[in-house]
């Protein structure tokens, strides 16, 4: 039975590792170890919902988690956005250890939530980035405005003066 069992998980295309609630106190942080050796790439799924107060979920190296945690810089692969709900998805190619984080230690209240981890090794290429952040579509549409602007402005100033002559 138990080989049975092992030959089902070796031939899994989508592995769920994490799917529990979550609770991390105030000044803390909480976080979920993924050891990574496939020798494929791999999508790591994760999302975390009904979160108590805004909460950002992050993907990161464990290397990099020390180094944060000790007061350096952070260098996350993927991160959400401040909220009660987030999903991130990341194309991980480079086999080792790796950290689902979620980061409590500015707050002064206890966050609870349900947080999932899932692995996908069917080879399929997730996109990245499938959505810009919010001030980033204000920045596209400042500036797409303004280059209308100014290109319309050009013309019109350009027809006047073909117009008068």
Do not use: C
Not at 39 to 58: H, K, N, T
Not at 72 to 85: C, I, K, Q, V, W
């Amino acid at each position: 039975m138990i080989p049975l069992v092992l030959m089902l998980l070796a031939s899994a295309q989508h592995l769920e590792i994490v799917n529990e609630p979550f609770r991390i106190p105030a000044g803390k942080w909480y976080q979920a170890g993924l050891g990574l050796k496939q020798g494929r790439p791999v999508v790591v799924s994760a999302d975390f919902e009904r979160a108590s107060q805004p909460i950002s979920l992050a993907l990161t190296r464990r290397e990099d988690l020390d180094r944060l945690l000790e007061g350096g810089s952070n260098r996350f692969l993927a991160m959400t956005a401040r909220g009660t709900a987030g999903t991130l998805r990341y194309l991980v190619r480079v086999p080792g250890y790796y950290v689902i984080f979620l980061d409590n230690r500015a707050g002064t209240v206890p966050i609870a939530g349900h947080l999932r981890v899932a692995l996908d090794f069917s080879g399929e290429r997730a996109p990245e980035v499938t959505q810009l952040s919010r001030e980033r579509q204000i920045t596209i549409i400042a500036i797409s405005f303004a280059v209308f602007f100014a290109i319309a402005g050009y013309s019109a100033r350009r027809l006047l003066r073909a117009i008068r002559h």
